[in-house]
């Protein structure tokens, strides 16, 4: 089966940290992707990235950056966490434009 | 701009009791029309793609319908475990291949 895998369900972070998300995907896929999800709010789209090396701002990208040095690997860095960051963020992948997502499981940050 | 609207917000079903959820845009060049389930606390997880007008795809108990201007997710006797928010996306053909998610619809499915 295949999977999108996140590396924390739950994080508490100090405001000013750095911090960082890992996403994994095991499908090969061209694409990943890095939302946030709020209540009211919805899906919002921070970074996306069709292949290695390369980023694509979304519609919030101010205060977080990304990293893709594999093409398995999506990272997403909060340079300095501040509380409008606690949030639930959501990776994502897929073959293609054509494709559905395939979501990792989430992780919920709490910034303090 | 591209518009996803889902209706209604909520919705509460006794077991067994048909229902449908809507999800009706305004883009032009429709390139795909996804559903999905999400369950508190998860991710979201892939349902169905719909890519034009009279297509109809099925699981289980869900159904989903697209027309020109909206899908609908038809939900035939439903049980507890149907509750979940769902939502749709929908991809254009106009430049980038991101889609537009709605706000989504939350459902429970009383026993």
């Known amino acids: 089966d295949v999977k999108v895998t996140q590396s924390s369900r739950y994080l508490v972070k100090r405001t000013g940290e750095k911090v960082f998300l890992e996403c994994v995907q095991d499908?090969?896929?061209?694409?990943m992707f890095w939302y946030r999800q709020d209540p009211g709010l919805g899906l919002r789209l921070i970074y996306f990235?069709?292949?290695?090396?390369?980023?694509e701002k979304g519609d919030i990208p101010e205060g977080y950056s990304v990293s893709r040095e594999k093409k398995e690997r999506f990272s997403l860095i909060l340079e300095s966490a501040s509380t409008n960051q606690t949030s639930m963020y959501l990776c994502?992948?897929?073959?293609?434009?054509?494709?559905?997502?395939?979501f990792g499981s989430g992780t919920r940050l709490t910034v303090v | 701009e591209d518009q996803v609207t889902q209706s209604p917000e909520a919705l509460r079903l006794q077991e067994g009791e048909s229902s449908s959820l809507n999800c009706s845009y305004t883009?032009?060049?429709?390139?795909?029309l996804f559903w999905y389930r999400q369950d508190p606390g998860k991710g979201p997880e892939f349902l169905f793609t719909l890519y034009s007008a009279g297509e109809e795809k099925e699981k289980e108990r869900l159904k989903a319908t697209l027309t020109k201007k909206e899908s609908f997710l038809h939900i035939t006797a439903p049980k507890p475990e149907d509750s979940a928010t769902y939502l749709c996306?929908?991809?254009?053909?106009?430049?980038?291949?991101?889609?537009?998610f709605g706000r989504g619809t939350s459902l429970i499915v009383h026993p």
């Open positions: 883009v032009s060049g429709l390139r795909g």
């Open positions: 990235s069709y292949d290695v090396k390369m980023k």
């Open positions: 996306a929908v991809r254009t053909s106009g430049g980038s291949y991101i889609p537009t």
């Open positions: 499908m090969d896929h061209e694409n």
């Open positions: 994502a992948s897929s073959l293609s434009g054509s494709y559905g997502y395939t």
